[in-house]
């Protein structure tokens, strides 16, 4: 078995770099831009109040139905 020595290519740093310019910009637009005043930023309270709204709401219906059905 032969090994040769591997190369570096100055393209895959480079294209590395710019990859990480990319992300990094990239996520400074999600914290600072419009992003940042979605919905997706916003509280989850609503959502858990929803939640447990409608878990109430399908217990209730089944204690009603085991209670019509028995």
Same mark, same amino acid.
Not at 16 to 29: H, K, S, W
Not at 32 to 38: N, R, Y
Not at 45 to 68: P, Q
């Given at each position: %078995? /032969?090994?040769?020595? +591997?190369?570096?290519? &100055?393209?895959? /740093?480079?294209?590395?770099? *710019? ?5 990094? +910009? *990239? ?5 600072? #831009?419009?992003?940042?005043? &979605?919905?997706? @930023? *916003?509280?989850?309270?609503? %959502?858990?109040?929803? #939640? +447990?709204? @409608? &878990? ?5 219906? @089944?204690?009603? /139905? ?5």
């Amino acid at each position: %078995m /032969t090994t040769s020595p +591997a190369e570096l290519v &100055s393209d895959l /740093t480079d294209s590395g770099l *710019q990859l990480n310019i990319d992300l990094a +910009a *990239q996520i400074n637009e999600m914290v600072s #831009g419009a992003h940042a005043s &979605s919905e997706c @930023w *916003q509280s989850g309270r609503l %959502m858990l109040l929803e #939640g +447990a709204i @409608w &878990s109430a709401f399908g217990a209730a219906l @089944w204690v009603a /139905t085991l209670y019509l059905f028995s």
